[in-house]
């Protein structure tokens, strides 16, 4: 009986010991997921906003979010300025609808900055705005507003947007709606906007060229692949954010209308909140550009081959570093662009590049973008009813097939830690 009682204290004691070893909560602790992105770079003139909109005036940008939550915060960049930032006001709140200036007054949150109504954000830097309650759901459409009383230096945006943003004189960070406001089709000084959420839930950024980008989309229909993206993932009961980083104009190894994939990846992929997968879809503007402005030389298009393939390990070599899995994209036919004006040669790189994608083993998965848009009569061709109609963009039905041959599998695992390598 005593050996029986001192076991069963024992076991007691230990028991006891390891329940107060269990912190009081074991749920997963949150952390801070991007649900919405924009590549920054710089306008080009006829793309910038004329200084009179920036004095004195609020800027009202609207944004689609891919995941809901009740806590976030938004980044503001001054990525490309050469002199610090001053943003003199800022809000957020929820907005009526795509391309409406107006808002839902009692969702009006004011944006603070260690507490402070202003911000000053250096040349070169972007900064977290605090931490703000706000409930809303997947999908929804966010309304930010930011107050300056001066133009900046040098101006950094996204002038992709494919949303209505709008301009207000005056500080107007609060009012429900504008009056007659000016229409700009960009967005300005927006990094992106991260919700806190559960410790599993994650996020991948489709990083790219305009087609990523989403020329072919609708203005204010969020309807670029990777809108449609997260919709899928929303339908598969897959909480994860999607981040769409593409630029239009966008090469990999030489800047163009904004800077080349390579230099840009850790800010525009590795760099977001809760990062797990990349979609890279590149290459298009790259080997279109080379026979568009220089002679095909073989010598040049076979270089050109190499160091598109070299470039593509190295962001994959990075981005297992970080625990992030890449998904390589396909370069979809573009045999039918006028601007481009492909030859016979150009479409067997094209192939060859990826058939390298497909079988090289570099990728953690591969989106087959080449085989969901071809015709599969002419193959060099887009499909008539997924081609915009320049034989090189998708129309909105070619974005929805983009988006279905990105891998939902792909992207419910990865197999790297951060540190790892391959």
């Not at 879809?281 to 270089?303: E, S, T």
Request: net charge neutral; aromatic share 6%.
């Amino acid at each position: 009986m005593r050996r029986h009682a001192l076991g069963a204290w024992l076991a007691g004691m230990a028991l006891a010991a390891g329940a107060a070893a269990q912190p009081p909560n074991t749920s997963p602790a949150p952390h801070w997921v991007a649900s919405w992105g924009a590549a920054q770079q710089i306008p080009e003139h006829h793309n910038e906003l004329a200084p009179q909109y920036w004095r004195d005036a609020t800027l009202r940008q609207i944004v689609h979010t891919s995941l809901g939550g009740e806590r976030l915060r938004v980044r503001v960049s001054n990525a490309f300025g050469t002199e610090p930032l001053v943003v003199d006001g800022a809000g957020i709140a929820l907005a009526r609808a795509p391309g409406d200036a107006a808002i839902d007054p009692g969702s009006t949150r004011t944006l603070t900055f260690d507490g402070r109504a202003s911000v000053t954000i250096p040349a070169g830097g972007e900064y977290y705005s605090d931490p703000v309650a706000l409930t809303h759901k997947a999908g929804a459409d966010l309304a930010i507003s930011l107050y300056f009383k001066d133009a900046p230096a040098r101006q950094t945006g996204h002038p992709g947007s494919r949303a209505t943003s709008f301009v207000g004189g005056g500080n107007q960070v609060a009012a429900a709606t504008l009056d007659e406001p000016t229409k700009v089709e960009h967005w300005y000084a927006l990094a992106d906007v991260e919700v806190q959420a559960p410790r599993g839930t994650r996020a991948v950024v489709a990083i790219g060229d305009s087609i990523t980008d989403g020329n072919g989309a609708t203005t204010d229909g969020n309807n670029r692949w990777p809108d449609l993206l997260a919709g899928r993932l929303r339908a598969a009961k897959t909480p994860m954010g999607v981040v769409n980083a593409g630029i239009g104009g966008g090469r990999m190894l030489r800047d163009g209308l904004g800077p080349n994939l390579v230099s840009r990846f850790e800010r525009d992929v590795l760099g977001r909140a809760g990062v797990t997968h990349a979609v890279v879809m590149i290459g298009v503007n790259d080997l279109g550009g080379l026979h568009r402005n220089k002679p095909d030389d073989p010598a040049a298009r076979a270089r050109m081959l190499e160091d598109l393939r070299l470039a593509h390990r190295q962001l994959v070599e990075r981005a297992h570093a970080q625990g992030v899995c890449v998904i390589g994209g396909t370069i979809t036919p573009y045999a039918g662009s006028d601007y481009y004006k492909p030859a016979p040669v150009n479409e067997a790189d094209r192939r060859q590049l990826n058939d390298w994608i497909r079988s090289a083993g570099v990728f953690d998965g591969v989106a087959d973008f080449d085989a969901a848009l071809r015709d599969p009569a002419r193959p060099e061709l887009i499909r008539k009813e997924y081609d915009k109609g320049d034989g090189l963009h998708p129309s909105p039905a070619g974005m929805r097939a983009l988006a279905e041959a990105v891998p939902l599998a792909a992207l419910r695992k990865c197999a790297y830690a951060p540190g790892s390598a391959r």
